[in-house]
């Protein structure tokens, strides 16, 4: 099993910043993993954000975030960050951290389906 633990949201002004981050835990923790974040805003269904393939796998972006969103990973193992830059009031969702513990193919990452852990979501509000 894994465990995710996302925290960072919060509520910021148009055109702010914040900084997301998800811890992995478990006893089947691998070193070839995927990471993504999706969001659901209301009324809405869930989209992709971003995702990041582990060893040197690269890292992939919606259209709607490219250029002001990164994904990263630090050294501590199983902690990646989203890095949020120039929010919009459309960037207003629920946002979540997801896992699944082998590389999955470019044409998958951005499939919230092929992963298999979810946090538990951390809310992120633009106001304008």
């Known amino acids: 099993q894994v465990q995710l633990v996302e925290s960072g949201g919060g509520l910021v002004q148009t055109g702010g910043s914040l900084r997301l981050s998800c811890a992995a835990s478990g006893s089947t923790l691998s070193n070839t993993y995927t990471k993504a974040w999706f969001r659901q805003a209301p009324g809405k269904e869930r989209e992709f954000v971003a995702a990041?393939?582990?060893?040197?796998?690269?890292?992939y972006y919606a259209d709607s975030v490219k250029g002001r969103f990164t994904i990263s990973r630090d050294n501590a193992r199983g902690t990646d960050h989203l890095q949020m830059n120039s929010l919009k009031p459309e960037d207003t969702a629920v946002y979540y951290c997801?896992?699944?513990?082998?590389?999955?193919?470019?044409?998958?990452?951005?499939?919230?389906?092929?992963?298999?852990?979810w946090g538990q979501g951390t809310q992120v509000t633009v106001s304008s």
């Open positions: 997801s896992f699944r513990n082998s590389r999955l193919i470019v044409s998958a990452v951005r499939v919230g389906d092929h992963y298999d852990y």
């Open positions: 990041i393939r582990s060893s040197g796998g690269g890292s």
